[in-house]
């Protein structure tokens, strides 16, 4: 099995800043792209952050110029750094990656870890 743990998440004044971690570990044979997801009560769950295996990057427009996806090949972890936080990014934020986990199979899965939960404010 593939597992995703997440840490990193706590509680922030507004303007501060965090840094999430999300290490995959397990059978992988291919990580495809990962990503940070955030889903706040009575929202729907929306991409925050993602990076793909050749390094390239998009961002919600929400959180453009505050927040940096980066991630450690080797260690097979993303990691999202958030600054000048405010309190609309108050949420619980997931770990995602597409992963091949098999030589046996071309198929790719998306995988999910149990969330982390940011909250800012004063």
């Known amino acids: 099995q593939v597992q995703l743990v997440e840490s990193g998440g706590g509680l922030v004044q507004p303007g501060g800043s965090l840094r999430l971690s999300c290490a995959a570990s397990?059978?992988?044979?291919?990580?495809?792209?990962m990503g940070w997801y955030r889903q706040a009560p009575g929202k729907q769950r929306e991409l925050v952050a993602a990076?793909?295996?050749?390094?390239?990057?998009n961002y919600a427009d929400s959180v453009k110029g505050r927040f940096t996806i980066s991630k450690d090949n080797a260690k097979n972890t993303v990691y999202l750094h958030m600054s000048s936080l405010k309190p609309e990014d108050t949420a619980v934020y997931y770990c995602?990656?597409?992963?091949?986990?098999?030589?046996?199979?071309?198929?790719?899965?998306?995988?999910w870890g149990q969330g982390t939960q940011v909250t800012v404010s004063s």
């Open positions: 995602n990656a597409r992963i091949a986990p098999s030589w046996l199979t071309s198929q790719a899965y998306n995988y």
């Open positions: 397990g059978s992988i044979v291919r990580i495809y792209g």
């Open positions: 990076i793909t295996s050749g390094e390239s990057t």
